[in-house]
């Protein structure tokens, strides 16, 4: 139990491996971008981590649903395994965003649609984690955060839609994109290679930190449970 | 208990949902502290951004729409988080928890009772706002975007109120787990709003209206369905 078994080692491993070589594709395989230069690298970073966020928060959904069905513990500890990991991207995606957008829109934050709605999302998994700090009985504890997991997740695409609304001039590289977006950009081919590989890099990178984190969660309890008998003793 | 005819079953539904009503509007005619508190606490946010955002005429028009539903949501969270609250304190949520009914018309009936506190202080307060910002508040649409806004709101704070209730913060609990999940509801009521005291046309207001109404739908089945998960011990 103290250590890893070995398919999560190699799993690690892996992840390393495709993390440097994807460092390695953004720096020196992927062309310059002629008119926003070296920062537009920041991208290969950004894209991947704002996506994966939405796949993380989509797996505390999931997982938060197949609890209130199955009443499982290990759903709810994945749940909360994949909120905390999917923050941890937003704060990559927000920031690596501001970074951008500086040079790019000559601000660090803009009141745009895209923008106001990722926060907002962050905001409802800041405020899953604080529930859940806020309850003690464990199985309490898991169905309240299933039911506010699932009832989040319901409402980022209704607040995505009601913001785009409004006009953005965030651009939209893959897909269609507004007239009034700035910073937009044609990919090559290249800059396409590296996208998908930063993709595959960051999913080895979440499954990997899901891992962990249920591995930690699970070793949390088993302290716990070691400390009732000791005292118990 | 005996099968009955379905027809039988619905009015039985019905009138075990109108009875959780009358009992928190008949406990609430008796003491009158909440509603008092809630028309109040609506009028001082008004002042307060009067005083805040410097309201001349022109501005006036341009925000009213947003002072009075800012005013409704913060008012709101004041009758949501008492008609559970006070459930809990007094022990009264176990005897209705006890009682032979289904779990959703509970819920149903607690979402109505605190929609209709809320409709109750848009009464008291839509006349004085209409008169304090010289503004034709009490048009029928107005009143429609009134009703819709305020439905969602009652739904998805009901089931969240719910949660807190057993959280160790709970007073400061509810506003944060509750704006986040209201932003589109905010987005479009203010938009109708708005456009209703601009006189805009049917065509610009629809779509906030759609918005109204489609959140609504989705907030309210999801609300019913989870909050048995909520009340399940």
């Known amino acids: 139990m103290s250590k890893a078994s070995r398919p999560v080692q190699i799993l690690n491993l892996v992840t390393a491996v495709l993390m440097l070589a994807m460092l390695y594709l953004v720096f020196f395989y992927a062309p310059l971008e002629k008119t926003m230069g070296e920062v537009q690298r920041i991208f290969y970073v950004h894209v991947p981590s704002a996506w994966l966020s ?180 | 208990m005996r099968p009955s005819p379905p027809a039988n079953r619905v009015s039985h539904y019905l009138r075990v949902v109108a009875a959780i009503i009358w009992k928190d509007l008949a406990s609430e005619l008796r003491s009158r502290e909440l509603l008092s508190a809630m028309v109040v606490f609506a009028l001082l946010v008004t002042l307060i951004f009067n005083f805040a955002l410097e309201l001349d005429r022109s501005a006036r028009q341009n925000v009213a729409a947003g002072v009075l539903w800012v005013a409704t949501l913060f008012t709101g969270t004041l009758g949501l988080n008492r008609s559970l609250a006070q459930e809990k304190d007094r022990g009264s949520l176990d005897g209705l928890l006890l009682a032979p009914i289904d779990r959703s018309a509970l819920y149903f009936g607690k979402a109505v009772g605190n929609w209709l506190f809320i409709l109750i202080v848009e009464v008291i307060i839509l006349p004085i706002f209409t008169i304090l910002f010289n503004l034709p508040l009490l048009l029928p649409l107005q009143l429609l975007v009134v009703l819709l806004g305020s439905l969602g709101y009652a739904a998805v704070g009901t089931l969240l109120a719910s949660l807190v209730i057993h959280s160790r913060a709970r007073d400061v609990m509810l506003p944060i787990l509750l704006f986040p999940v209201t932003v589109p509801l905010l987005i479009a009521a203010v938009r109708a709003s708005g456009g ?38």
């Not at chain 1, 796949?55 to 909120?83: E, H, Q």
């Not at chain 1, 695409?157 to 939209?172: A, C, G, Y």
């Not at chain 2, 629809?206 to 011990?233: C, K």
Request: charged letters at 15%; aromatic letters at 16%.
């Open chain 2, 196 to 233: 209703v005291l601009a006189g805009a046309s049917w065509a610009e207001l629809s779509p906030w209206f759609n918005l109204l109404i489609g959140y609504d739908v989705i907030f309210v089945a999801a609300a019913f369905m989870l909050f048995e998960f909520v009340v399940e011990e």
């Open chain 1, 54 to 233: 939405f796949v993380a928060f989509g797996v505390t959904a999931v997982c938060g649903g197949l609890y209130l069905w199955l009443k499982r513990p290990m759903l709810d500890i994945v749940a909360n395994a994949s909120v905390e990991i999917g923050l941890v991207f937003t704060v990559m995606t927000l920031a690596s965003g501001s970074i951008w957008a500086y040079p790019a829109w000559n601000t660090w934050w803009t009141w745009d649609p895209r923008l106001t709605t990722y926060t907002i999302m962050a905001l409802i998994y800041v405020a899953y984690v604080m529930l859940r700090q806020g309850l003690d009985d464990p199985q309490r504890r898991a169905r309240f955060a299933s039911v506010y997991g699932i009832i989040g997740f319901i409402s980022v695409p209704i607040t995505f839609m009601s913001i785009r609304w409004w006009r953005t001039i965030h651009p939209v590289v893959i897909g269609g994109s507004a007239e009034s977006a700035q910073g937009k950009f044609a990919m090559t081919d290249p800059m396409v290679v590296t996208l998908l590989f930063a993709n595959l890099a960051f999913i080895f990178l979440f499954v990997s930190l899901l891992i962990s984190r249920v591995r930690l969660a699970q070793l949390g309890e088993r302290v716990e449970q070691l400390k009732a008998r000791l005292l118990a003793a």
